[in-house]
């Protein structure tokens, strides 16, 4: 799969799809082709500032990469858009992007692992042919409960991570600022008289 690919089939998608539908993505390379690419650290110092004047910015020649990069950081909002956000954007419907590393947050992970898991368990032959046979007959295994307690069980996983982060910030909260003080004499056995 690659986003010209992945892009043609979401755009058949879409028509298909309720009005305001919201689509769970994750972070898969071809998911996540940006619109307008916003300059990294790899990038040529001359492709930066480049980028940065196309921009209609005014770009100190001398600065350099990790200052230009800085400036790019305040710009990035502007231009960092996903190509498939804008065309669900056009056609009514919202797209939320999973946490990176995170399938566990993902429904269809459950899913897919149920199917996986039903054509592992009766494939006998190994042929192509029966291999898709079994697959599909998986697919339509996976029931309206099924997806419920998938779902169900990735609202608990969110929940977990909800506390992780409250835990996290009453930890950080109790920790005590440690600030190193130096005082008297800094000399060293190294300093002339």
Known sequence: MNGDNFYEWFNTILPLLNENA????????????????CPVISWKKADIIYWLENKGEVVDHTKVK?????????????????????????????VVRLPPYHCELNPIELA?????????????TYKLQDVRKLLEEGVERVTP??????????KKEEDKCWQIDVLSD??????????????????SDFDSD
């Open 22 to 37: 919201v689509i769970v993505m994750d972070n898969a390379s071809y998911h996540s082709v940006k619109k307008d690419p």
């Open 66 to 94: 990790s200052q230009l990069l800085e400036r790019v950081q305040v710009l990035k909002p502007q231009y960092g858009q996903y190509v498939i956000d804008e065309l669900a954007k056009a056609a009514n419907k919202t």
């Open 112 to 124: 897919w692992s149920s199917v996986k898991n039903y054509v592992r368990m009766n494939n006998t």
């Open 145 to 154: 409960d099924m997806w419920k307690n998938f779902i169900t069980h990735v």
């Open 170 to 187: 009453e930890l950080f909260d109790e920790q005590e600022s440690h600030v190193l003080t130096i005082t008297g004499d800094t000399s």
